[in-house]
């Protein structure tokens, strides 16, 4: 099993910025993907970015060029900087986690960022 720790969700305003972190916690050792992503009323559930065992990121287009993320192999986390936050933003953001390229996807609890003067 993989559990997953969040934190740094929390009330921003617009234009602000804020970090997040996950720490997954499992007594395997092998990890093939991890990273974020949100859901907001009305909306699907869609990746904010990922990062891979190799180092390749990726990033949903709607956050290109205000979100990075950044992996720490030796604490198995991950930590993503969202800049120039907009309302638009606004959702709950869950940590996903992959041990290899067809394992299981586990999920975080689910932490809500809320963007509002």
């Known amino acids: 099993q993989v559990q997953l720790v969040e934190s740094g969700g929390g009330l921003v305003q617009p234009g602000g910025s804020l970090r997040r972190s996950c720490v997954a916690s499992t007594s395997d050792s092998s990890f093939y993907a991890m990273g974020w992503y949100r859901q907001s009323p009305g909306e699907q559930r869609e990746l904010v970015a990922r990062?891979?065992?190799?180092?390749?990121?990726l990033y949903a287009d709607s956050v290109k060029g205000r979100a990075f993320i950044s992996r720490d192999s030796a604490k198995n986390s991950v930590d993503l900087q969202m800049n120039n936050l907009e309302s638009e933003d606004t959702a709950l953001y869950y940590c996903?986690?992959?041990?290899?390229?067809?394992?299981?996807?586990?999920w975080g609890r689910g932490t809500q960022v809320t963007v509002s003067s």
């Open positions: 996903n986690y992959r041990q290899s390229r067809l394992g299981s996807l586990y």
């Open positions: 990062v891979d065992r190799d180092g390749i990121k």
